[in-house]
């Protein structure tokens, strides 16, 4: 394997592992403080219904409710943010870290080959 495809697959894992820890960050902290902010709103709860669910008469859920849950679409929105951000960082540190690939140094002009040369001195001593 090369370095490419190994780096390659740490990064997916450390990104599957930072995306559940800005999950839980977000979930547990930033959205409960958003939603003190607001008015003591809990996000996750924030739904459009567009049609209520149905029970029989024994209690039993007929029809599930049918809702536009907003509230999940934002968080979800917030935890895209924090994961790009986190990330963006963490690339933007890692690049800083490596060695600039070496600059070759531009190559000397060459000059005329030997046989233009020759042909030169030629037409001059035809002169």
């Not at 930072?18 to 930033?30: K, M």
């Not at 951000?85 to 600059?103: Q, S």
Request: charged share 15%; net charge neutral; glycine share 8%.
């Amino acid at each position: 394997m090369t370095g490419n495809v190994v780096d390659f697959a740490v990064a997916v894992i450390l990104a599957g592992a930072i995306g559940l820890v800005i999950n839980g960050f977000v979930n547990d902290l930033v959205m409960p403080i958003v939603g003190f902010l607001v008015g003591g709103v809990d996000f996750s709860d924030l739904k459009i219904v567009l049609s209520a669910e149905v029970k029989d008469a024994a209690g039993v859920v007929t029809a599930p409710e049918n809702a536009i849950r907003w509230g999940a679409w934002v968080t979800s929105i917030v935890n895209l943010i924090l994961v790009g951000f986190v990330l963006f960082i963490m690339v933007k540190a890692y690049n800083k870290t490596k060695k600039p690939a070496p600059v070759e140094a531009p190559a000397a002009p060459k000059g005329p080959t030997q046989e233009e040369l020759l042909a030169q001195i030629r037409d001059l001593l035809k002169k």
